[in-house]
């Protein structure tokens, strides 16, 4: 069985790998860990296709250590236990872990003290952001290194290159600049998928001119870098508020459609609503509402007409005024509670003890509510809430408190009386 044309070209040293010229350069990381002959543990983070793997396989054979390949997933204790008594007998050993963010605790306490002292030096490899998916004790002990999706020129570079390479075997075909930028706004970046769809074409089309249409014939739907569960879905949905909050809507648009093609309404929703109360709040409060029925509708109707209620209601709260106010001001009460807690004042509590009738809240008279200090002392100056004048129904509640401000208010509620 032959392998597939992208494992066939895969890189054997540091001057065939495309992109990631930030990390292979003379100054750059990877390239001065080759030439000091100097290897730490490290976990390399991008999208699918970007070199990942190749790169960790170079690094291990450039530094002579022996190289071990470990998947999170499916790997074991029995794997682990062979990986350590190789370390012990090499003294040093190099060990990739691919789908690193899913490498659970028991996995982690067993391998942590080889990449601690040195035995282990540990390659992780994930498709994720590893502030957010990998555990902080095996992120501490590693330096972090980001690579980037390969550019529209370096997969031309890519395609080109597997074009004239005497492992291809591509069967004469041809392909055209046209071709070539397709297969490229495709493959998104991921010269796997560029490559391997390049030995497709070869297979169905042998010793052709490859045309666009021969391309659409295989009915590949275009490489969207990302699923409900990686990374790039999360840009796509912090992409997605962004462009709601900042009032562009074909860009909000844009966002929804990707979130759209994973088709996880549950993360669509919890976004909308809070958009609707973060980022317009006060601004336009009914939006809540018309973005709560939205969301029931397309639960109700589910896809493909969800895309309906949900197309709709990302307009409605793109171009809607927009307030921070409201998360403003609880965000501000809440930093003052946790740095300055003090107590309630005795006249508030549930039931004040050893205290007068006539110094206890009254539930009997609303017309001196008003006039009562809420806030302990040390903070009774201190506003928490700012209005944003861009609506008229912020403006309304503006006007409240500057009536509600003229008010003196005071903790002697004997006087009030």
């Known amino acids: 069985m032959k392998q597939p044309l992208a494992y066939r070209l895969r890189p054997q040293s540091l001057d065939e790998v495309l992109g990631q010229n930030q990390l292979l350069n003379d100054k750059g990381l990877l390239k001065r860990c ?36 470990f998947n999170a997933v499916t790997g074991n204790k029995k794997d682990l236990d062979e990986i350590f008594s190789e ?10 872990i691919d789908e690193v963010h ?7 306490d067993l391998l942590l003290p080889y990449v601690e002292d040195g035995k282990i030096i540990m390659i992780g490899l994930t498709t994720t952001n590893p502030y957010f998916s990998i555990n902080p004790a095996i992120r501490s002990r590693c330096i972090l290194v980001e690579f980037k999706a390969l550019s529209d020129e370096e ?3 890519a395609i080109d290159q597997a074009l004239l390479h005497p492992k ?3 069967k004469g075909i041809q392909v055209n600049s046209e071709v070539k930028e397709a297969l490229v706004k495709m493959s998104n970046g991921d010269v796997r998928i560029a490559l391997n769809t390049l030995e497709v074409l070869s297979i169905v089309y042998p010793e052709q001119v490859i045309t666009p249409s021969d391309l659409q014939t295989l009915h590949l739907s275009a490489n969207q870098n990302f699923d409900s569960g990686d990374d790039g879905y999360y840009d796509a949905l912090s992409a997605f508020q962004k462009s709601i909050r900042g009032s562009d809507v074909d860009g909000a648009l844009y966002y929804l459609a990707r979130l759209i093609v994973a088709e996880d309404l549950d993360s669509i929703e919890r976004r909308l609503l809070v958009t609707a109360y973060e980022d317009i709040g006060l601004a336009n409060p009914a939006l809540v509402g018309r973005t709560l029925a939205a969301i029931d509708t397309a639960r109700r109707v589910g896809f493909p007409e969800a895309i309906i209620p949900l197309g709709d209601i990302v307009i409605d709260l793109t171009l809607s005024p927009k307030s921070k106010s409201g998360v403003n001001a609880i965000s501000k009460a809440l930093d003052e509670v946790r740095n300055h807690p003090l ?13 007068e009738d006539d110094d206890k809240y009254d539930y009997g008279r ?21 209005p944003n004048e861009s609506s008229p129904y912020e403006n309304t509640l503006k006007h409240n408190l500057d009536e509600l401000n003229k008010i003196k208010r005071t903790k002697d509620i004997k006087s009030l009386k």
């Open 34 to 69: 080759i030439l000091e002959k100097r290897l730490f543990s490290m976990i390399f983070f991008g999208p699918p296709g970007s070199g990942k793997t190749t790169v960790a396989a170079i690094l291990a054979k450039a530094v002579d250590l022996p190289l071990k390949d």
């Open 87 to 96: 370390s012990k007998i090499a003294g040093q050993l190099v060990v990739v």
């Open 102 to 108: 899913r490498l659970n605790k028991d996995k982690q």
């Open 155 to 157: 997969m031309i570079q």
């Open 168 to 170: 291809a075997d591509l």
């Open 343 to 355: 107590s309630v004042p005795p006249y508030l509590r549930l039931t004040p003890v050893n205290m």
């Open 366 to 386: 609303p017309d001196i509510w008003a006039k009562i200090q809420y806030l302990p002392d040390g903070v009774q100056n201190l506003p928490f809430y700012q």
